[in-house]
Structure formats: structure tokens, C-alpha cells
């Protein structure tokens, strides 16, 4: 993987405090769809009561190797969940940038990452096609000496999907967004929590929910757990099928269970 850093230089960098997180930031957007497993998963996303009893459940499997994705060179099945394959994957190198300030006794550092991929998911009547973009963001203030405060980054995902369908478009900023048809038809998108036990208070989201114009969840993604999962409502028809499991693909590629 190749970085490309602008402003600061390197030598700089790496003495300020928010190295790790610049670093995190990198990393978070690093052009791989498949990594080892935590040590300690978080819990599976808590599904809403309709989906939970009507979805189809598929366990989703990654590619091994190549262990690192060369950039700008395809790989057939990169995901595979159910009767989908994800194929063509290809992501472009990964680009980043920092900066720094001081205001009197105040110390304002930033990064930002960006980086763009496209795939085709096979396993419907037809392929379809998606290029998408994701950028991770951060910053932070603090006086000199100090430690640097935890600070989640940023993240925005935008993908274009094309399919029998027509053209779709996927935003999701933070875990919360929506898929838009040209033709005005919307799929809401937003964070799903896991709990280790009833009892439990939701925790931090670990997993991300899709619901139809009515209301009704569609499909979601699980990254909690041993392993990732889709669910898909089985009552689902082609190419509303195929467009979900597209949107779920472009999620599942962008790592979103650092969001």
C-alpha cells in the first residue's frame, strides 16, 4: 500500500501526539476486504422483531489471499454471502493529509484519509455494477502536555449502483444515510446495536439496518460476532434483491464496524 502524504513532513508527523489516530485513520480506509478476526467480537447487532423472524440469514465469507489487495488490480470473489459473489473488486491507493496548529497554549491537529473502489456482485439475473468513494476524518484540540482526548474519526461512504434496476445512489455519513433511486424511490440506512445479553444496555452500533419507503427493514449487516453476516427479508424480489444485496456489499467492503 502506498501512502501519499501532503503538507507536514513525515519527520513531523510522527512526533505529534495524533499519530496514532492519523494512523487509524489510514489504516481504517487501507484498500482490503479481508483481515483477521478480532480477538474479542463485539456482540451481534440486535435486529428489530420483523426482520429477526422473516430474514434470511447468510453468513458471509472473504477472501484469503492475496492477504494485501494490490491496488487498481482486480480479485474475483472478494465476499461471498449466500447466492451473491462479490467480483472485480478493485481499490485505489489510499491518499491522506495532516495538519497542525497552535493558538497560544492551544493545539489543534487534524487527518484525512480518502479512498475509492468499485466491485460487481454476481448471483442475480444480471451483474450490477458499483464504484464507490470513502473518506475518514478527525480532529482534535488540546493544550501542550496533555494527552490527546479518544476521538472517533469521521467516515462517509458514496457509492453509485447500477443494475436492471436503473442507477442508485448510496451516502452514508457516520452510520446514517440513505439509497436513492433516480427516480425518487429511498432506502433508509442506520445503526443497529449489540447487547451482550438482554439484560444489557444497547452498545456501540455493530451493524447497519436498511429499510424500505414503507418503513419496513429490508435487509441488514452484522459485523459483531465470530463472523459478518447479511439478512436479507426473504420476501424480497429481483432487482429490489439484488439492489439491497449490492448496497450491503458496498457497506461490508467499507469496513464500517470502525464507524
Known amino acids: 500500500m502506498e501512502v501519499v ?6 519527520a513531523a508527523l510522527l512526533a505529534a501526539p495524533l499519530l496514532i489516530t492519523i494512523v487509524a485513520v489510514i489504516v481504517s480506509l487501507s484498500p482490503r476486504p479481508a483481515r483477521a478476526a478480532p480477538a474479542a467480537p463485539a456482540p451481534s447487532a440486535i435486529l428489530p422483531a420483523e426482520l429477526a423472524s422473516s430474514g434470511e440469514v447468510l453468513p458471509v465469507s472473504r477472501r484469503r489471499k492475496p492477504l494485501v489487495v494490490i491496488p487498481n488490480h482486480p480479485i474475483d470473489r472478494a465476499l461471498v454471502f449466500g447466492a451473491y459473489t462479490v467480483n472485480d473488486y478493485s481499490a485505489g491507493w489510499t491518499t491522506s493529509r495532516s495538519r497542525s496548529s497552535r493558538w497560544g497554549s492551544t493545539a489543534s491537529q487534524s487527518a484525512e484519509g480518502k479512498r475509492s473502489f468499485s466491485f460487481a456482485l454476481h448471483g442475480g439475473a444480471e451483474p450490477l455494477l458499483a ?16 494527552p490527546v482526548p479518544p476521538t472517533a474519526p469521521d467516515h462517509s461512504l458514496r457509492c453509485t449502483l447500477q443494475g436492471a434496476g436503473g442507477p442508485f445512489e448510496l451516502s452514508v455519513v457516520n452510520g446514517r444515510g440513505e439509497l436513492v433511486s433516480v427516480s425518487g424511490d429511498r432506502f433508509g440506512v442506520s445503526a443497529l446495536g449489540g447487547g451482550a445479553s438482554r439484560w444489557d444496555p444497547p452498545r456501540a452500533a455493530t451493524g447497519l439496518l436498511l429499510r424500505a419507503p414503507s418503513g419496513h427493514p429490508v435487509a441488514a449487516v452484522d459485523f459483531g460476532g465470530r463472523e459478518r453476516r447479511v439478512v436479507l427479508e426473504r420476501s424480497l424480489q429481483p432487482p429490489q434483491r439484488e439492489l439491497v444485496a449490492a448496497a450491503t456489499a458496498a457497506l461490508l467492503l467499507a469496513d464500517l464496524d470502525r464507524w
Open 131 to 146: 464504484e464507490c468513494d470513502e473518506r475518514a476524518a478527525v480532529a482534535t484540540t488540546c493544550a501542550p502536555g496533555e
Open 5 to 10: 502524504m501532503r503538507g507536514e513532513r513525515l
